[in-house]
């Protein structure tokens, strides 16, 4: 019988964001980064296509992008406050490390359709959550505004069958969070039975 990974289990009853303003150094290493790249890779992939890629940040990288991130947001916010300016200076920044996920599906797939190969890309996300968990750190993923922005995609050499899947951020939290409010297990679960009314 198959040895039951108790700490998996427990990692994945108990994982929590944190906030990527709360994610401070220590950041992954240069081989945990290779760590967490090779746990991302391997997710499930109908076709062995690999619709995904990975983009990561670190060091000064984070502060020339979030520069270049600066200039998009002022163009598309001419008026926005100094503080809203502020905040979307220094974005990635935030955190140690942060790795992007573009979904790069294959539209001309004679069977695999595009939204199996972009549930592919959101499992990299997950696993690249749990392995930096796994590691010892916390992460968060997000979207924000930068994932679904024309001039963010060209600054990222993005193809037009690509799509910022998210930016999965990590670091070290100065505090381990709290659990939060979920929808509850048993609303949306059923155990399928033939015999039953389900209405
Ligand atoms: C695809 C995706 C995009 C997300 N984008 C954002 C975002 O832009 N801003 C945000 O505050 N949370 C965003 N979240 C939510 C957080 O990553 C996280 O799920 C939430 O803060 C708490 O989740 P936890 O159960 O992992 O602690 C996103 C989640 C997903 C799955």
Redesign the pocket.
Known sequence: MTKVNQSTLQLLHT?????AADLNAPGPNSAQIEQLLAAAHRVPDHGKIGPWRFIVFTGEARTQFDNKLKNIYQQNNPDASETLIAHNSRLLSRAPCVIAVIASPNLEHPKVPQWEQTLSA?AA??NL?IAAHALGFSA??????Y?YDKAVDTLLNMLPNEQI??FIYIGTPSQA?Q??A?PALDERVIYWNNNEDLA
């Open positions: 994982r929590r964001s944190v906030k959101g996300c997950q959550l968060q993923w997000l979207s924000e505004w994932s899947a998210g969070p659990e939060r979920r």
